[in-house]
């Protein structure tokens, strides 16, 4: 039997490792100083006198998986306690379904490294329950206090994925690196996410969670496409804080995904994503999602497509999910945008309602889910093109309130100066200077 030593009852004093290794940037801040300001602050976890019983969990070595004694350490230590990981490299083999913790506390001073079998994870990856999207990791619970200290990683070994699938679009069963499924009044901070199989991470049916000090980095190694590397997406989720991030991905850097509502992103550093999405929403015939009360503000984005952009699905339904789909229902509704430094990007907002990943076009004007109340207050940077903004909106439901100010963008010949809007009613702040082009 492989190591697992439950040590317990310890002293309950946890000496928390502050001082990351002086190779990294990240100097994550102890939660319970979190600034109050957080949707669902203060970060009132109980004390580590509450967590008397650690789990440690050795690793087996590289011809092992030590996604069993994975499990079997969080089943041990699942209510009132803590779990470490050492500094040292976990191989995960198989899938993992950790739930229902409550008041446990994760240190990982060292990295889980994920399996390259392809084959494996195409058969065995765990439904991630949207989409008809697949995940290798799947974490959940109340009180959950999960930290790196800027050294622990989750190292998805996603190059292989990257080889073989980086240029199609949501190859079914291709797993995610990890699912927080039913976190509640958690944080997660301080840990690096790097090379995940597809998108980084996914909070859904989540709730007061605080992520803060995340590094992403899905760089493909050998420059090709990375389609489907997103940093973190949000689906069912309310009173979510993403702080101090940094992302270097193939795809969007936080996307805002079905019922994501009360989102505060802030102090976050972008490359080469596509940008802060709202969307895709709108893609399940009859079903109404919404997208409401969602700050990003303090963002510098380099080498980006957007700054940020809103995608949704044309109403009529055309393919089936996840590459097709439409006819869905709901709003966009109070969104603010504020500090914004874009550098290097095609154009600064962009909106399309017309999305489709598998080469279905038209229906541009079919669909009826609402977009409104978007402000952009302080965006400016350089852009590629002269087109600060795109905003195709449907002809059916066009889109209401949206104010750009203090936007400015400049081009290697200039000040860029257009405005393209399809069905953009009462622009504020700025004036329509031509129609947004429709994908052919
Ligand atoms: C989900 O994907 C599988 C392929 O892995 C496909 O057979 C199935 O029809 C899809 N389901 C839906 C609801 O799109
Ligand atoms: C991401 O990783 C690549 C490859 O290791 C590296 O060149 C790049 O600098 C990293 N990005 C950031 C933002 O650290
Ligand atoms: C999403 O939010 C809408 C509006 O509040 C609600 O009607 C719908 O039931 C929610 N969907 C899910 C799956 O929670
Ligand atoms: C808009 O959303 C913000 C959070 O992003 C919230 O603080 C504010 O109360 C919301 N405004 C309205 C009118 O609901």
Redesign the pocket.
């Given at each position: 039997m492989r190591l697992l030593l439950p040590v317990a009852p310890v002293l309950a004093f946890v000496q928390s490792v502050i001082a990351a290794s002086s190779n990294t940037p990240y100097k994550p801040v102890p939660y319970t100083q979190a600034p109050s300001y957080y949707p669902g602050a203060p970060w009132n976890l109980p004390g580590s006198e509450t967590r008397p019983t650690i789990c440690e969990v050795a690793a087996a070595g590289k011809d092992g998986d030590d996604a069993p004694t994975i499990i079997e350490a969080f089943q041990k230590c699942k209510r009132n306690a803590k779990v470490v990981f050492a500094d040292t490299t976990y191989h995960i083999k198989s899938v993992m379904e950790i739930t229902d913790l409550s008041n446990v506390e994760v240190e990982i001073k060292g990295t889980l490294l994920w399996s390259t079998d392809i084959s494996y994870w195409l058969e065995n990856s765990l439904p991630m329950g949207y989409q008809n999207h697949s995940t290798a990791f799947i974490f959940g619970g109340d009180q959950v206090h999960m930290y790196g200290n800027g050294v622990g990683t989750f190292n998805g070994n996603g190059q292989v994925w990257y080889d073989r699938y980086g240029d199609i679009s949501n190859y079914p069963r291709r797993p995610h690196q990890i699912t927080f499924n039913g976190l509640t009044n958690s944080v997660i901070e301080g840990i690096n996410f790097l090379q995940p199989q597809m998108w980084t991470m996914t909070l859904i049916y989540s709730k007061k969670v605080l992520l803060q000090d995340i590094?992403v980095?899905s760089?493909n190694?050998n420059g090709g496409p990375n389609l489907n590397t997103d940093g973190a997406d949000t689906i069912y989720a309310s009173d979510i804080t993403f702080t101090r991030w940094?992302v270097?991905a193939g795809d969007d850097n936080v996307a805002f995904k079905a019922n994501s509502t009360n989102i505060l992103v802030e102090d976050c550093?972008f490359?080469k994503t596509t940008g802060v999405a709202y969307g895709s929403i709108g893609q399940f015939d009859g079903k109404f999602e919404v997208l409401e009360d969602i700050t990003v503000r303090n963002i510098n984005a380099y080498n980006n497509k957007y700054g940020a952009y809103v995608k949704t699905w044309t109403g009529v339904p055309q393919g089936v999910p996840p590459n097709g789909g439409g006819g869905g229902l709901g709003y966009l509704r109070n969104v603010t945008m504020s500090n914004f430094k874009v550098e290097n990007a095609e154009q600064g907002f962009y909106i399309t309602q017309c999305n489709s990943y598998s080469g279905f076009t038209g229906e541009c004007d079919t669909s009826e889910f609402e977009i409104g109340d978007i402000s952009i207050q302080g965006m400016s940077g350089t852009l590629k093109t002269d087109v600060v903004a795109s905003m195709q909106c449907s002809g059916k439901n066009p889109c209401k309130e949206i104010s750009l100010r203090d936007v400015s963008f400049t081009t290697g010949r200039g000040r860029a100066s257009r405005y393209l809007c399809s069905n953009v009613e009462s622009p504020d702040g700025f004036g329509c200077t031509g129609e947004a082009p429709k994908p052919q």
């Open positions: 590094y980095n760089t190694a940094v270097d550093t490359y």
